[in-house]
């Protein structure tokens, strides 16, 4: 079993930078290809970044257009931990944040069922 616990989500003024933490335990982490989700209040859950295996032992990284060259998803794998720098934030972006482990190397990194684990989620709240 894999435990993932994010941290990092808070209240931050639009233009503002947050930085999310996930933490996973219980199973090998370099292994693992990671996301990160939102659900925003009366939305669905969507895709935010990713960061993927590829050929060769090299890290993708994967990203909606509504925040591609604003947030960065980065692993440290001796830490077991991904992040997500979230940079010019923007009252839109408000939602809760839930990071994801991929452990059987799914070919879409954009859809949640190629996720296995999951996380509770931590609350990022932008003011305008």
């Known amino acids: 079993q894999v435990q993932l616990v994010e941290s990092g989500g808070g209240l931050v003024q639009a233009g503002g930078s947050l930085r999310l933490s996930c933490a996973a335990s219980?199973?090998?982490?370099?292994?693992?290809?990671m996301g990160w989700f939102r659900q925003a209040p009366g939305k669905e859950r969507e895709f935010v970044a990713a960061s993927k295996w590829r050929t060769g032992n090299i890290p993708y990284s994967y990203y909606s257009n509504s925040v591609k060259g604003r947030f960065t998803i980065s692993r440290d794998n001796a830490k077991n931990t991904v992040y997500l720098q979230m940079n010019s934030l923007k009252p839109e972006d408000t939602a809760v944040y839930y990071c994801?482990?991929?452990?059987?190397?799914?070919?879409?990194?954009?859809?949640?069922?190629?996720?296995?684990?999951w996380g509770q989620g931590t609350q990022v709240t932008v003011s305008s």
């Open positions: 994801a482990a991929d452990y059987r190397g799914s070919s879409d990194p954009y859809v949640q069922d190629g996720y296995d684990y």
């Open positions: 219980g199973r090998t982490f370099s292994s693992s290809s």
